[in-house]
């Protein structure tokens, strides 16, 4: 379609090339047919003056004015007789009826006769014959005018033929040529912006953020996802060498040699925070404006997970574990709490016997810790319980760590009311808020630090508070706490202890959980809906 279409273009331009120069030439013509047209007329009507002032000179006896008109209309006669002429003018010229040509020689023969010798004859001749030439030269001046009205007549015609067919040239142009390619250009336009319209609402609803960079580093294209991601309006962005302050080390993701493959690195938002992020890069194909396309995807989540996972991977291992030290440990227990009675039966000694009722009460103390461990690890059904439960089974866990830490508990827990769920996770929110509590005094070297848990029964919620004094959450805003990998501890830490408490308070609860600053340390409360 396109070789057709320039075929003919190329016969359209080709015809008004070939009309504009006969339009050209058919003018220069016009214009030299006028001009020589000019001429004869001008040279037929100088002879009618001439020849007056001939018979006038000839009268006066102006002999030297005499000789110039004879020499003028000598030459002017001679200039229009050697021109080519029409049938109708050479018949005037030449033909029997005027013969001009003859009675012009006839009276300059007799005005230089009279001119050289004052022959009367000659003189009588010119005054007599004057008018009459006069006549006959005024209808050559009109075959003359005729002709080159019919002669500028024609050239008009032809000019106006050319007009026509380069109207009407024009016309087939814009019918069969252009109005088509119009057709086509609009065609292809819609169909360019539907497909950039396309580009833009899969770029606009694409999951992750689509950035594009031009060549001058500056911003071309930056979508929905990526506003939500950085916390950067579009405004903010476009059109700003501004990539490095959302992704710092992107200089050295592009310097990279495999800098086509997905790649994780750390970006920045808009608050200031990091994040992890999976980047890879590509080109905009033809566009040559675009230099890089960047396809990015916030990784917070699935790193969350991932942890999560093996937080509860490291949960199920440990119970898998306690169920096989259980397993392993309580025969040779009962064999060691069997021969303490034994030997209590066959000693007299009251010492011996004491310390084997110690032994006794360490084997009893080692077997209820196995207990406690398989029940906190244990997968457990929801149930309808009261969050003492909870409580105490966390206390149990933590015992020997709360001990060593000399950390005093202080227990108001004289709730009465039941709640619907899961006793081991709100057991695992208790144990992780108190290890973090332990935590912090260790790290603070807290003087008598003391931990206070009280439940309290309203009319639709249990509101459980764990109070410390180990002199407050440093966090600010105090609310980010509870997001992953937010911790501030010295000591090794997932960072998702709280977090995950969140979760489960919100989740599987339906409950909420806070923290405040108290006068000396930290308190969190925990809503649980009854």
């Known amino acids: 379609?396109?070789?057709?279409?320039?075929?003919?273009?190329?016969?359209?331009?080709?015809?008004?090339?070939?009309?504009?120069?006969?339009?050209?030439?058919?003018?220069?013509?016009?214009?030299?047919?006028?001009?020589?047209?000019?001429?004869?007329?001008?040279?037929?009507?100088?002879?009618?003056?001439?020849?007056?002032?001939?018979?006038?000179?000839?009268?006066?006896?102006?002999?030297?004015?005499?000789?110039?008109?004879?020499?003028?209309?000598?030459?002017?006669?001679?200039?229009?007789?050697?021109?080519?002429?029409?049938?109708?003018?050479?018949?005037?010229?030449?033909?029997?009826?005027?013969?001009?040509?003859?009675?012009?020689?006839?009276?300059?023969?007799?005005?230089?006769?009279?001119?050289?010798?004052?022959?009367?004859?000659?003189?009588?001749?010119?005054?007599?014959?004057?008018?009459?030439?006069?006549?006959?030269?005024?209808?050559?001046?009109?075959v003359y005018l005729k002709e080159?009205?019919?002669?500028?007549?024609?050239?008009?015609?032809?000019?106006?033929?050319?007009?026509?067919?380069?109207?009407?040239?024009?016309?087939?142009?814009?019918?069969f040529i252009f109005r088509p390619a119009n057709n086509s250009i609009n065609k292809k336009t819609d169909e360019l912006i539907v497909e950039k319209d396309y580009s833009n609402a899969v770029i606009e609803s694409s999951t992750n953020a689509i950035i594009t960079i031009d060549n001058d580093s500056k911003i071309r294209t930056y979508n929905k996802m990526s506003e939500t991601i950085f916390g950067y309006s579009k405004k903010e962005m476009l059109m700003k060498p501004y990539f490095y302050k959302i992704i710092p080390e992107i200089q050295s993701l592009l310097d990279a040699e495999d800098k086509q493959n997905v790649k994780e690195s750390e970006a920045i938002n808009k608050a200031g925070e990091k994040f992890p992020i999976r980047?890879?890069?590509?080109?905009?194909?033809?566009?040559?404006?675009?230099?890089?396309?960047?396809?990015?995807?916030?990784?917070?989540?699935?790193?969350?997970?991932?942890?999560?996972?093996?937080?509860?991977?490291?949960?199920?291992?440990?119970g898998e574990m306690i169920a096989i030290i259980a397993h392993q440990w309580r025969q040779p227990l009962a064999q060691l709490s069997f021969n303490c009675m034994y030997l209590k039966k066959k000693i007299k000694d009251p010492q011996l016997i004491d310390e084997a009722e110690k032994n006794q009460d360490i084997i009893h103390?080692?077997?209820?810790?196995?207990?406690?461990?398989?029940?906190?690890?244990?997968?457990?059904?929801?149930?309808?319980?009261?969050?003492?439960?909870?409580?105490?089974?966390?206390l149990k866990i933590v015992d020997s760590s709360l001990n060593l830490s000399q950390v005093k508990v202080i227990k108001e827990t004289e709730s009465k009311l039941i709640i619907f769920g899961n006793s081991n996770s709100l057991a695992h929110v208790v144990l992780s808020i108190i290890q973090n509590i332990v935590d912090v005094v260790k790290t603070r070297n807290i003087h008598d630090p003391t931990i206070k848990i009280s439940l309290k029964d309203t009319n639709k919620n249990i509101i459980l508070n764990i109070e410390d004094n180990a002199g407050g959450i440093k966090v600010n805003p105090i609310e980010d706490i509870f997001k992953?990998?937010?911790?501030?501890?010295?000591?090794?830490?997932?960072?998702?202890?709280?977090?995950?408490?969140?979760?489960?308070?919100?989740?599987?609860?339906?409950?909420?959980i806070k923290a405040d600053n108290v006068k000396d340390g930290a308190k969190f409360i925990i809503k649980l809906p009854h």
């Open 148 to 175: 080159a009205q019919e002669n500028t007549n024609k050239l008009k015609q032809v000019e106006f033929y050319i007009l026509l067919m380069t109207l009407i040239t024009l016309l087939f142009e814009a019918l």
């Open 279 to 318: 980047i890879s890069f590509g080109t905009s194909g033809e566009n040559n404006d675009i230099h890089i396309v960047a396809n990015i995807q916030d990784i917070s989540k699935e790193k969350l997970n991932d942890k999560m996972l093996q937080e509860q991977a490291k949960f199920a291992a440990l």
């Open 484 to 512: 992953p990998f937010n911790s501030k501890k010295s000591t090794p830490s997932t960072g998702i202890g709280l977090y995950m408490s969140k979760l489960v308070v919100e989740n599987q609860f339906n409950g909420t």
């Open 365 to 394: 103390f080692m077997s209820e810790t196995i207990t406690n461990f398989q029940d906190f690890y244990k997968k457990t059904d929801n149930t309808n319980f009261n969050p003492i439960v909870s409580i105490e089974q966390a």
């Open 1 to 142: 379609m396109s070789f057709s279409f320039t075929r003919r273009y190329i016969l359209a331009l080709t015809i008004i090339a070939i009309l504009s120069i006969l339009a050209f030439f058919n003018l220069n013509k016009l214009l030299s047919i006028q001009s020589n047209d000019a001429t004869l007329i001008h040279l037929s009507g100088q002879q009618k003056i001439i020849t007056r002032q001939v018979a006038f000179f000839a009268i006066y006896y102006k002999i030297n004015k005499l000789k110039d008109n004879i020499k003028l209309m000598e030459e002017a006669h001679r200039n229009l007789t050697s021109m080519k002429m029409s049938k109708e003018l050479s018949a005037i010229y030449y033909g029997k009826e005027v013969y001009l040509d003859n009675k012009v020689k006839k009276y300059l023969f007799h005005a230089k006769r009279f001119l050289e010798n004052r022959d009367g004859r000659s003189q009588n001749y010119v005054l007599k014959n004057s008018e009459q030439l006069l006549e006959d030269l005024e209808k050559a001046v009109e």
